[in-house]
C-alpha cells in the first residue's frame, strides 16, 4: 500500500448566512432550531489534507502552520471519529494540515469552510464515497454552517423534524452562475471573537425572551429570501437579509447576561449602508456572531460601497467576494 493511499486533500469556502441559523434543537446531534439561507463566498478558501496512518500514535492537527490547541484538536478527533466509524479505521490516527486564505480570527465563518473542508478530505483518505448530502450531514455534526459550505452558490440548510437529524441537511436553492452579486466586508476589529457560537446560541436559547418569536418568524424570512433569491431581487433579498440579521443580534442583546458582538465601527458601518442605500446605491448588511458587517450589492456598486467603509474611523481593512463554487476534492495528480 502506498503511502498515499490513506491521504485526501479538499477546498471549500466559508459561506455567509442570509437567513441566521441561531439555536440548536439538539445539541449533540448539532442540529439547527430554524432553517437558514447562505451564500458561498468565493475569494476565501480553506484548503484541508488528511492522512490516516496505523503508526500514528494520535491525531496531529495542524491549522494555518500552527499546532491547534487542546480543544480544537479535540473537536477535529471527535469529528474524525465520525468518519473512521463509517469506513472501519477505528483508532487509526490521522494527520491535518489546513490553511485558511484569509484572517481566521477575523471571524469570516471559518467553521462553515473549516468542516466542510475536513469532512471532503476525510471521506476521501479514508476511501468512503458519500453523496453531497451525506457530505452536508456529516459537516453539520462539526459545525451547522459547514452543513452549507458543500454546496457552492446560494444555499438552503433545512431544519428537518426527525430526531435522528438526517433530514437537517443543506441543499442548493441556485448555483453561483444564477447570480453575480458581492459581498463587501467591512472588518472591524481584527481580535478573536469572544462568545462562540455554540456558547452563545445556547445562552440566547436559554435566556432570552425573544428566543420563541425568533424562532417562530424564521419560516417567513426563509420564505421571502428563496423567493428574491430565485427571481434574483437584491432589494428583497437584502431587507430579509437586515431583518434576519438585526433580529438574531436583537435576541442575544436580550440575553442574560447580554451578549454584544458589535464594536462602534460595527454601528458606524451599519449606519454607512442605510445612508448610502437612501443616496441610491443598493447595499444591505448583515452581520454575524461577531463584529465585522458585511454588505450585499452588485458588482457596480462595489468600488463606491468600499470607499465609503474604508474611511469609518473603527474599519480596519474592507475584503470583497464573489459567489463561490462548492467543496471539491484536490486532486494531486492533476496539481503536478
Ligand atoms: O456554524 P456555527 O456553529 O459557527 O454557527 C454559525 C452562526 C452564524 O454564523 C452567526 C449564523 C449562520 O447561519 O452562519
Known amino acids: 500500500m502506498s503511502g498515499h493511499e490513506r491521504f485526501g486533500e479538499a477546498v471549500a469556502h466559508p459561506n455567509l448566512a442570509l437567513v441566521k441559523y441561531w439555536g440548536k434543537r439538539d445539541r449533540a446531534l448539532n442540529l439547527p432550531a430554524t432553517g437558514s439561507i447562505s451564500i458561498s463566498m468565493g475569494a476565501f478558501r480553506t484548503r484541508t489534507a ?14 494555518n502552520g500552527e499546532t491547534a490547541d487542546g480543544g480544537t484538536s479535540t473537536r477535529i478527533s471527535e469529528f474524525l471519529d465520525l468518519v473512521r466509524t463509517e469506513a472501519g479505521l477505528d483508532g487509526v490516527a490521522a ?11 477575523a471571524g469570516l465563518a471559518s467553521s462553515s469552510s473549516a468542516f466542510a473542508a475536513l469532512g471532503v478530505a476525510a471521506c476521501h483518505a479514508a476511501g468512503l464515497e458519500p453523496t453531497t448530502t451525506e457530505l452536508s450531514l456529516l459537516s453539520r ?26 433530514d437537517a ?39 432570552s425572551p425573544y428566543y420563541a418569536g425568533w424562532v417562530d418568524t424564521s419560516g417567513e424570512d426563509l420564505r421571502r429570501a428563496r423567493d428574491a433569491v430565485k427571481s434574483r431581487d437584491l432589494p428583497a433579498l437584502g431587507e430579509v437579509a437586515e431583518h434576519s440579521a438585526l433580529k438574531m443580534h436583537a435576541c442575544t442583546l436580550a440575553a442574560q447576561p447580554g451578549i454584544l458582538y458589535w464594536r462602534g465601527g460595527t454601528v458606524e458601518a451599519m449606519h454607512a449602508v442605510r445612508e448610502m442605500r437612501s443616496a441610491g446605491h443598493g447595499a444591505w448588511f448583515t452581520v454575524d456572531a461577531g463584529p465585522h458587517v458585511k454588505v450585499l450589492c452588485m458588482p457596480d456598486d462595489v468600488d463606491a460601497i468600499g470607499e465609503r467603509l474604508r474611511s469609518i474611523p473603527g474599519v480596519t481593512d474592507v475584503l470583497v467576494s464573489n459567489v463561490g463554487a462548492p467543496a471539491s476534492l484536490i486532486d494531486a495528480a492533476k496539481e503536478v
Open 169 to 207: 441537511v443543506a441543499e442548493q436553492l441556485a448555483g453561483a452562475e444564477h447570480w453575480d452579486i458581492r459581498i463587501v466586508i467591512a472588518v472591524t476589529d481584527p481580535r478573536p471573537k469572544r462568545v462562540g457560537s455554540t456558547e452563545g446560541m445556547e445562552l440566547t436559547r436559554k435566556t
Open 95 to 105: 494527520k491535518v494540515t489546513s490553511e485558511n486564505d484569509f484572517p481566521t480570527a
Open 141 to 166: 455534526r462539526g459545525s451547522g454552517s459547514a452543513a452549507r459550505s458543500i454546496f457552492g452558490g446560494f444555499v438552503e440548510m433545512r431544519l428537518g423534524n426527525r430526531s435522528d437529524g438526517q
Open 50 to 63: 488528511v492522512e490516516f496512518g496505523s503508526d500514528r500514535g494520535a491525531d496531529e492537527v495542524v491549522l
